[in-house]
């Protein structure tokens, strides 16, 4: 049965990244650090490469995967955008430490969005919607090699959801330039909505070991 293989991979730094901010759909460009990071990871592991790249439509993750894959063909995916987080954009977990609104959004929840931001759920909801659209995308297309640029939630919320085998979630975090390689099959998807997680892309010297949950 033919699997599509799919890398889903972490923007480059950013200066908001480096301040602690909450950067969602707020569209802030690479850093110079964040730029030269992905050169000098580019000319030490192996990207190999890939058909077509899927990226969010954020300038941070468009120069990333202009980095990384500079001769892959690219289309936008406004579903791959970060989460939305309303009032508390671009602003420090300090600098919102007294507001009542915060520290009630922070107690978590699927249905409890910032204000006027993002509920989780509905991160969740347009993450099935993004890879339901790009796997029928690769197989529309006859891809069998894809890489999607996005955001260290969204592939968060991915891997959490979608993934076999159920990751923690501080299992699923990734630095900038890196991710993970999933593996979809049609059936698989069609009758669970679930893909394979094959491992850390790109692949480090070490084998790759995580620890599942029940």
Known sequence: MKGY?????????????????YVGITDVPLSAEGIKELYDKSGKLDYSQVQKVYTSPLRRCKQ??????????????????????????????????????????????????????????????????????IISDMMYENFTNAAVVTHG?????????????????????????????????ASMWQRSGAFELAGRYPAPKDEWETDTED
Request: proline share 5%.
């Open 64 to 133: 990333t995967a202009d980095i990384l894959f500079h001769d892959a063909y690219t289309a936008e995916l406004g579903l791959l955008a970060e989460m939305d987080f309303g009032d508390f954009e671009n602003k420090t977990a300090e600098e919102l430490s007294g507001d009542p609104a915060y520290l009630k959004w922070i107690q978590g929840g699927l249905d409890n969005p910032p204000p006027n931001g993002e509920s989780a759920r509905d991160v969740v909801n347009r993450c099935y919607e993004a890879l339901n659209i």
């Open 153 to 185: 939630g969204i592939i968060m919320n991915m891997l959490s959801c979608f993934g076999v085998p159920k990751l923690k979630p501080a299992d699923c975090r990734c630095d900038f330039g890196e991710g993970f390689e999933i593996v979809v099959t």
């Open 5 to 21: 293989k799919i890398k889903l991979i972490r923007h480059g730094m950013t200066d908001a990244n480096t301040e602690g901010r």
